[in-house]
């Protein structure tokens, strides 16, 4: 019995590789056409959202998606999630609906294919170079100012296996404050049991998202930064809890 699942769990990772590059290789002239111009970045969003919804049906997740407030559309915002999984960058494609962008590890631009549209798409960062995170605030917000919204996982690593939730980065929070824009919690309640990054692992199943009330920043300096860090933090550890997440 244990051997079958070791089998099981070693077809399932290889079975979510192939539903990374599938869908990349068969939509790769969109792809491209998308990311020509800065300004067609919103039908790149577009067409990454129908290759997340892809993966996620084809590994047999079921999401349940909670919002206790609705985006409007034009407006930017910056989303932040715990971050414990592959599968949370194609959640939150699927949750969200305003156009994004995301700051991510620059690391995952080595991955074959999927990292040359990342690579092209996404704000890198390389945590270790205190440039690169200068950087990223100039990237970031010439982005705002073309209308998109930014996404950070802002615990910046994965935590280890038994950790629930690790402190957060101030970064995501410096720039929505810079930028005088909303701040939008979310919780992911199932990515870790479905997906985690520990290879023989997941299975199918639910994904539950809660979307929660936004947190405004119009008014606030970056005096504030740390009062802001922690209230979003607090949002999504005690949804963790309430989730039944330890």
């Known amino acids: 019995m244990i051997v079958f699942k070791y089998i099981f769990w070693l077809l399932y990772r290889i079975w979510f590789y192939i539903l990374v590059a599938l869908p990349i290789v068969l939509m790769f ?10 300004s067609w970045y919103p039908y790149f969003f577009k067409l990454a959202r129908i290759w997340a919804r892809c993966i996620l049906i084809g590994m047999g997740f079921k ?27 194609m959640l939150m494609l699927i949750a969200t609906k305003n156009p994004f962008v995301f700051v991510g590890k620059a690391e995952l631009a080595k991955i074959p294919l999927f990292g040359f549209f990342y690579k092209r798409t996404c704000i890198l ?41 690790t402190d957060f980065k101030d ?40 979307i929660h009330k936004f947190i405004e920043t119009k008014g606030l300096t ?4 740390k009062l802001i860090n922690e209230k979003s933090r607090t949002i999504i550890y005690n949804q963790l809890l309430a989730f039944g997440i330890k």
Request: with cysteine; net charge positive.
């Open 29 to 38: 002239p969109f792809l491209l056409l998308s990311i020509l111009k800065e």
């Open 63 to 89: 999401t349940k998606i909670t919002r206790m407030q609705e985006t409007n559309r034009g407006d930017s915002y910056m989303f932040i999630a715990n971050h414990t999984s592959m599968a949370d960058i």
């Open 125 to 165: 960062v390389d945590r270790s170079s205190p440039e690169s995170r200068k950087r990223v605030f100039l990237r970031a917000k010439r982005r705002l100012k073309d209308g998109l919204s930014i996404c950070i996982f802002p615990e910046g690593l994965v935590p280890e296996e038994d950790i629930l939730l």
């Open 171 to 210: 970064g995501a929070f410096r720039l929505a404050i810079n930028h005088q824009i909303p701040i939008v919690p979310i919780t992911f309640a199932d990515n870790k049991k479905r997906f985690s990054y520990t290879f023989f692992s997941g299975s199918p199943g639910k994904m539950r998202v809660k």
């Open 222 to 225: 970056v005096e504030d930064t």
